[in-house]
């Protein structure tokens, strides 16, 4: 199959071992992965806050990056963009766009994944083998648990994981307190439920938290920083992609 990857922003900016182990995992099962090399940003941020018009550029260039027939999936390591782009992109086009764009949209939202339902739901695969002898806990981000529906999936992921110690996350459906802008314009509030998920980590004695978008994970992260809890956080692709053969190295051990 040939696959579309989709980096996203804090892919790009912050986060690319996601990406780039995105597109390990997908060529190790034997998919043909292309980058388009224009892609930017979804315009998920700007209609969080209300700015409906102004995304339609961003998203008439992800119709056209990622209409290509043979363009079999468009597949991104975050629920909250694959979320934009299924639902968002939608309503974006309907009220602001013109004919063209409105068909662009449906083609490519009829083929956009989340990584981990692709794996399941198109692949039907669970164990894409993957080995990481760690004791993880994981996290359901809100737009792959509310908008997406993703269930299970990322845990038949995990769960499939050679050597891995999966432990069960207390009040894991709990919202980590990030939600893109939230954080910024309610500060307070975001971070006594950021201090609830920390809690909630901590009680387990996992060496890695993981989910499946990489901005909760830094929201997550920065806070376990913070008060040296010694849990690392790290995306869902990054476990998937590690092997007997090229495991998962933690960068403190590289410094």
Do not use: W
């Amino acid at each position: 199959m040939r696959i579309g990857l989709f980096a996203t922003c804090l892919g790009d900016t912050l986060f690319p071992e996601a990406v780039k182990s995105t597109a390990v995992l997908l060529a190790r099962l034997g998919h043909d992965v292309v980058f388009p090399p224009g892609q930017t940003c979804c315009g998920q941020m700007h209609v969080n806050t209300g700015y409906q018009r102004e995304p339609v550029p961003l998203v008439r260039n992800f119709a056209e990056q990622f209409g290509d027939a043979s363009i079999e999936a468009v597949v991104m390591p975050s629920g909250s963009c694959a979320g934009s782009v299924r639902h968002q992109h939608e309503i974006v086009a309907e009220r602001y766009g013109d004919a063209s764009l409105r068909a662009g949209v449906a083609t490519v939202k009829a083929k956009t994944y989340e990584l981990s339902e692709f794996l399941v739901d198109v692949l039907d695969a669970e164990d894409v083998g993957a080995y990481f002898p760690h004791r993880v806990t994981y996290h359901p981000t809100c737009h792959s648990l509310r908008m997406l529906r993703v269930g299970d999936k990322p845990l038949k992921l995990l769960r499939a994981v050679d050597s891995i110690d999966l432990v069960e996350l207390p009040e894991a459906d709990s919202c980590c307190g990030f939600g893109g802008t939230f954080a910024v314009k309610n500060a307070e509030t975001s971070t006594a439920m950021l201090q609830d998920k920390m809690r909630n980590i901590a009680g387990t004695d996992a060496e890695v938290c993981t989910a499946g978008d990489s901005s909760c994970l830094m929201h997550i992260g920065g806070g376990l920083s913070r008060i040296r809890s010694g849990t690392r956080t790290l995306h869902l692709a990054q476990i998937l992609s590690a092997t007997r053969t090229s495991p998962y190295v933690p960068t403190e051990a590289v410094r």
